[in-house]
């Protein structure tokens, strides 16, 4: 039975004096919240981050904290999605009055170091949670409209057609379990498909129940954020199939929807319409850097829509969609498309939250598969 525990990484240092249960309003440091793995496979343990350096055992830390005077026993939850229902029911006191604790008392480094307080070179980072599902936005920026086979002439007429006629979003569901991975993953281009490219967006983690949910509220049912890549299939349908688009092949393949490497909570990352600032690199080479300023429809406008249609529940994920410098855009490119290679290694960040370090690997070739299946890309007719 695998075992769920809970990590906090912390950034400064106090006096030490001891937090009283009362006084833990606010948190000392700002902290982020994440799943390791801690003695070995299988061993996934949810925890909360400091300084990006330090993790932190959730239920050890809670455990020593309720043997001191003053600090009643609350229960940890047993997952992350059980963390985030319960953050702003109380949970996020107990998790500040831990930081604090820690802080405060200097247990983070050197001799007087917590032994459930870990280095996070030395544990693996899995990916914080997988969603029961996530919600895409499609062209949301306005760098990436109508980003392949045009010219930049063409493309900023048609970034300026759409600053004028901005329409309402559009958003498709992505798979979850198989597509989401984290921290060093590789991301696996499936076999004979040659045309896969990368899209670096903000995740935005649902916190409370939600539906129908203005833009204007929106922002009271977010949790926090995260890094996470649309990885995409840019080799379409086979020929003499049914006509149009198939986001199924496009988005819905194994490991093409990496998360992490942690969960920010919202109160320490600020309105993302301010100060997001996310940037994708291949191989070192920056291929994505956009603002809050590019996106045609802001992530509270997304909510809006999005609730409209479907109810989202605590731990559910939206993403806010991509900006120019996909390996589709060949007007930047002389005319020439840039698709991923196996030994590559794709590096998105996004400032305040944290960055993903993800190699591609080719898939091995199946020795067995069904008569229905996705031909090499090779094969379809020019």
Request: charged share 20%; glycine share 10%; hydrophobic share 40%.
């Amino acid at each position: 039975m695998k075992r769920t525990l809970i990590f906090v990484a912390l950034a400064v240092f106090a006096a030490p004096v001891l937090v009283s249960a009362q006084s833990a309003m606010s948190s000392a440091e700002p902290f982020k919240l994440g799943t390791f793995e801690i003695s070995g496979e299988g061993d996934a343990r949810i925890g909360i981050v400091l300084r990006d350096e330090l993790i932190v055992e959730l239920n050890a830390a809670n455990q020593a904290l309720e043997r001191a005077p003053d600090y009643p026993a609350i229960p940890m939850p047993a997952d992350m999605r059980e963390l985030i229902s319960r953050y702003e029911y109380g949970l996020k006191y107990r998790l500040y009055e831990i930081v604090n604790s820690l802080v405060n008392n200097n247990r983070l480094t050197g001799r007087n170091r917590a032994d459930f307080v870990h280095d996070v070179d030395d544990i693996r980072t899995l990916a914080p949670l997988v969603p029961r599902k996530m919600l895409n936005a499609a062209v949301n920026f306005y760098s990436h409209v109508q980003e392949s086979g045009t010219t930049r002439e063409e493309q900023a007429a048609a970034a300026a057609q759409r600053r004028a006629e901005r329409g309402i979003p559009y958003l498709f569901i992505k798979p979850t379990e198989g597509a989401v991975i984290g921290q060093g993953d590789a991301v696996v281009l499936p076999y004979g498909r040659t045309r896969i490219d990368w899209e670096v967006e903000l995740a935005t983690v649902i916190g409370r129940t939600a539906k129908y949910v203005s833009a204007e509220d929106a922002e009271d049912y977010i949790f926090g954020y995260m890094v996470s890549l649309d990885i995409s299939d840019r080799g379409g349908r086979p020929p003499n199939s049914r006509p149009g688009s198939d986001w199924l092949v496009g988005k819905g393949h194994d490991t093409f929807a990496p998360l992490g490497p942690w969960i920010v909570p919202k109160e320490f990352y600020g309105n993302p319409m301010e100060v997001l600032q996310q940037v994708l690199e291949l191989d070192g080479e920056v291929m994505q850097r956009a603002g809050p300023g590019d996106m045609i429809h802001s992530i509270f406008e997304l909510i809006e829509y999005g609730t409209s249609i479907i109810t989202m529940y605590p731990g559910d994920v939206l993403n806010n969609g991509t900006s120019g410098g996909t390996g589709n855009n060949t007007a930047y490119s002389g005319g020439i498309r840039r698709f991923l290679q196996p030994g590559e290694t794709i590096t998105a960040s996004i400032e305040g939250i944290g960055t993903l370090v993800l190699p591609v690997v080719a898939e091995e070739i199946p020795q067995e598969r069904t008569g229905s299946f996705l031909p090499p890309v090779a094969s379809y007719a020019p």
